[in-house]
């Protein structure tokens, strides 16, 4: 799901995996804002604010590891 939220934002038609590179999905930073509010919106959680820029983050798979441990904090 995280992954095609990305898919939706980013300029690309390829296949997104968690090894996907956020610096090769050609996003912007509103775009990639898009994404992470999105993120947020869908699973109920919070980026903190530096967490909601692109350089913060390195691959899909990072962020989906962060939203993976938010929602193991709710149970």
Same mark, same amino acid.
């Given at each position: 799901?995280?992954?095609n939220?990305?898919?939706? *934002?980013?300029a690309l /038609?390829? *296949?997104?995996?968690? *090894?996907?590179?956020?610096? %090769?999905?050609?996003? /912007?930073? +509103?775009?990639f804002?898009?994404a992470i ?5 869908? #699973? *109920?959680?919070? #980026?903190?604010? %530096? ?7 390195e691959?899909?798979? %990072?962020? +989906?590891? #962060?939203v ?8």
């Amino acid at each position: 799901q995280i992954a095609n939220i990305f898919l939706k *934002n980013c300029a690309l /038609d390829e *296949n997104i995996t968690e *090894n996907s590179k956020l610096e %090769d999905l050609s996003m /912007d930073s +509103l775009s990639f804002v898009r994404a992470i509010v999105e993120v947020e919106q869908k #699973f *109920n959680i919070e #980026f903190d604010i %530096d967490q909601a820029e692109i350089s913060y983050w390195e691959k899909i798979g %990072d962020i +989906l590891k #962060f939203v993976e441990s938010k929602l193991n904090e709710k149970l």
